[in-house]
């Protein structure tokens, strides 16, 4: 059974950092592109960040740039989010989703054409 487990997350004061946690079980996630979402209460679902398989090719988005970090070891099955300057407009629920792909370089930024989802991590950012 192809499984995602997000974990890291967590209340945090503006300016500080954390670092999520995607363990994937039940496949080679190697095989897999990784991106990392998040969802605001009364918000749309928002890309945050997304990986190839390789890990050699990264995006980010425009909010993100500069204070996020994705990167993953495939040894161990997991890809990380390292988030630092937080702000209280990065509190929402994260999300790591995994869909197959065939070239090693290929990332994916759509949250629809992803396969498969984690459960999700409460990330709150708050004085």
């Known amino acids: 059974q192809l499984q995602l487990v997000e974990s890291g997350g967590g209340l945090v004061q503006p300016g500080g950092s954390l670092r999520l946690s995607c363990v994937a079980s039940g496949f080679t996630s190697d095989y897999y592109a990784i991106g990392w979402f998040r969802q605001a209460p009364g918000k749309e679902r928002e890309g945050v960040s997304c990986?190839?398989?390789?890990?050699?090719?990264?995006n980010y988005a425009d909010s993100v740039k500069g204070r996020f970090t994705i990167s993953r070891d495939n040894a161990k099955n997991t890809v990380y989010l390292q988030m630092n300057n937080l702000r209280t407009d990065d509190t929402a629920v994260y999300y790591c989703a995994a869909v197959e792909r065939d070239y090693s370089s290929d990332y994916v930024v759509a949250w629809h054409e992803y396969d498969y989802w984690g459960q999700g991590t409460q990330v709150t950012v708050s004085s």
């Open positions: 990986i190839s398989r390789s890990g050699g090719s990264r």
